[in-house]
């Protein structure tokens, strides 16, 4: 049966309550933190806009290489809808994590490897959007965007280990075993519900994408006539 609306309208729904319900069980429901008090709220949102942060560039990722493998334009589109959502999501993750920042290290921003390396991975990304956007040719943006989102996806395991890497004030990866079960509950709960409304603005993106490449193979309209020829 064919639903009077698109699927991913559905699943924005679903995740917005799921992400109401989310706030709300992370401001209202659970302990304050042993260590941290209230403030350790703020990362209900920041961590899972890192996770989805970089689960949706590994699928720009996938993306790239499929294009550059195969050549089907919905890799493209994918490609396009995968770079402005993760965009999105490592601003969000970057301005939370600064609120988070003030009131733990009594800074707003530090340049330690975490923050750099999470700034650089944001430019580089922000980088490929603008090359996007100054190539005309279909075909042409897609291959140069693609390769240059393969290169970019270098600053994803330098983001993610920099922690490991280099000595840093920034904690390193928790799993779900280090967390109290109230705190992981709400931590899966928002991650859910980011990952569905990140779902959301991929589908919505994706078929501006597939329109704007139907639009560019386009026949150019004709000449106006010049007052002699009419």
């Known amino acids: ?23 709300v069980f992370g401001l209202f429901m659970v302990p304050p933190d042993a260590h941290m ?6 990362l209900f949102v920041h961590v899972p806009s890192a996770w989805n942060a970089f689960f949706v560039f590994t699928i720009a990722f996938v993306c790239a290489l499929g294009y550059l493998i195969s050549g089907r334009k919905g890799f493209d589109h994918a490609l396009e809808a995968a770079l402005e959502v993760g965009i999105l999501l490592t601003i ?24 750099t390396s999470s700034a650089i991975m944001l430019m580089t990304y922000v980088g490929v959007v603008v090359l996007r956007s100054v190539v005309q040719d279909n075909e042409r ?9 393969i290169l970019a996806s270098v600053t994803l395991p ?20 280090d967390i109290d079960a109230p705190l992981r509950m709400a931590w899966r709960i928002n991650a859910l519900a980011v990952l569905l409304l990140a779902t ?9 994408a597939a329109r704007r490449w139907e639009l560019g193979d386009a026949p150019p309209l004709p000449e106006p006539l010049q007052p002699e020829e009419v």
């Not at 330098?158 to 075993?177: D, E, K, N």
């Open 158 to 177: 330098l983001t993610y280990f920099s922690v490991q890497i280099w000595r840093s004030i920034h904690q390193i990866q928790t799993s779900p075993a």
């Open 37 to 42: 008090g209230d403030v350790a709220r703020i």
């Open 1 to 23: 049966m064919k639903l009077p609306f698109a699927w991913e309208h559905l699943i924005g729904v679903i995740a917005l309550l799921l992400f109401c319900y989310g706030q």
């Open 141 to 149: 943006r897609a291959v140069w965007s693609s390769a240059a989102t």
């Open 200 to 208: 959301w603005f991929l589908a919505r993106r994706w078929r501006i």
């Open 92 to 115: 969000l993750l970057l301005m939370t994590g600064s609120i988070f920042a003030k009131p733990t290290w009594d800074v707003w921003w530090k340049w330690e490897p975490r923050l």
